[in-house]
Nanobody, 129 residues
Framework: EVQLVESGGGLVEAGGSLRLSCAASGFTFDDYAIGWFRQAPGKDSEVVSCISSSERGTYYVESVKGRFTISSDNAKNTVYLQMNSLKPEDTAVYYC??????????????????????WGQGTQVTVSS
């Protein structure tokens, strides 16, 4: 059974940094992608970033480019989202999600929000002004 567990959320002042972690277990797939979503109160969920297996592809939504960095540690089965220069509009619940049996060179070329198979429980990120 695939399980995803997020951690690292919290309260930070504008301009600060947080690093989110998504620890995956039960993962035995060669070709997959991990995405970070966020949902703010009253807003639709959006794909913030995506990384495919062996980091063969990455994606960032325009609003976080240059501030957020996604990376993976295969030895720890963990994907990270380093968030710098945080803004109040980054406040949301952040979720990681996984999709398997994908083309790792293609899947993260775009957001593809409806194609994920597994989801974590979410972690709250609050950025104060």
């Amino acid at each position: 059974e695939v399980q995803l567990v997020e951690s690292g959320g919290g309260l930070v002042e504008a301009g600060g940094s947080l690093r989110l972690s998504c620890a995956a277990s039960g993962f035995t797939f060669d070709d997959y992608a991990i995405g970070w979503f966020r949902q703010a109160p009253g807003k639709d969920s959006e794909v913030v970033s995506c990384i495919s297996s062996s980091e063969r592809g990455t994606y960032y939504v325009e609003s976080v480019k240059g501030r957020f960095t996604i990376s993976s540690d295969n030895a720890k089965n963990t994907v990270y989202l380093q968030m710098n220069s945080l803004k109040p509009e980054d406040t949301a619940v952040y979720y990681c999600a996984a999709v398997v049996n994908v083309n790792p060179y293609f899947f993260c070329s775009g957001p593809r929000p409806y194609e994920y198979d597994y989801w974590g429980q979410g972690t709250q990120v609050t950025v104060s002004s």
